[in-house]
């Protein structure tokens, strides 16, 4: 049987091993953050990295396993539907999914704030009231600080 000093010892060397491994994580991830910046400050734009990074970005070869996609509609002056594909940092919106050749707008989110906002507040018209709305704010983005986007509830 462990006396009280044996578990006090055990729990103090597991939480020395636990801040350890915190450490390693934090500065893991502020290297990751650092080559990130130095990649963002490289590249003239955004598509040029996207496209070093992903090799293309035409819709059908963004979408694997490790992105998310879907229709969503976009507000910008009125609401427009668009195809919408979320790969690792960066969210794409495509006019539809069949148009592989078009264009796609590009959003960086690592400086990226998202909150859920009100369908008063996203200014829906009323054929939307089941839809959920978000808003994403990119304060270092000056041609678009906000975006307001919105899907159809399950």
């Keep these: 049987m462990m006396s009280e000093l044996d578990k006090l010892q055990s729990k103090h060397c597991k939480t020395e091993?636990?801040?350890?491994?915190?450490s390693l994580e934090r500065e893991r991830t502020e290297l990751h953050t650092s080559r990130l910046r130095f990649l963002y400050n490289t590249y003239s734009s955004l598509e040029?990295?996207?496209?070093?990074?992903?090799?293309s970005l035409n819709v059908s070869d963004l979408i694997n396993e490790?992105?998310?996609?879907?229709?969503?509609?976009?507000?910008?002056?009125?609401?427009?539907?668009?195809?919408?594909?979320?790969?690792?940092?960066?969210?794409f919106f495509y006019p539809a999914q069949r148009d592989k050749r078009s264009d796609p707008q590009i959003y960086r989110?690592?400086?990226?704030?998202?909150?859920?906002i009100s369908s008063e507040e996203a200014e829906a018209t009323s054929d939307m009231r089941s839809y959920i709305f978000l808003q994403l704010e990119f304060p270092l983005h000056s041609k678009t600080p906000t975006l307001i986007i919105a899907s159809m509830t399950w």
């Design 17 to 22: 091993i636990l801040v350890e491994y915190m």
């Design 48 to 55: 040029n990295l996207c496209k070093t990074i992903f090799g």
């Design 66 to 91: 490790s992105s998310a996609n879907g229709l969503i509609i976009k507000k910008s002056k009125q609401w427009k539907p668009k195809f919408a594909v979320l790969r690792e940092n960066f969210l």
């Design 109 to 116: 989110l690592d400086d990226a704030f998202l909150k859920p």
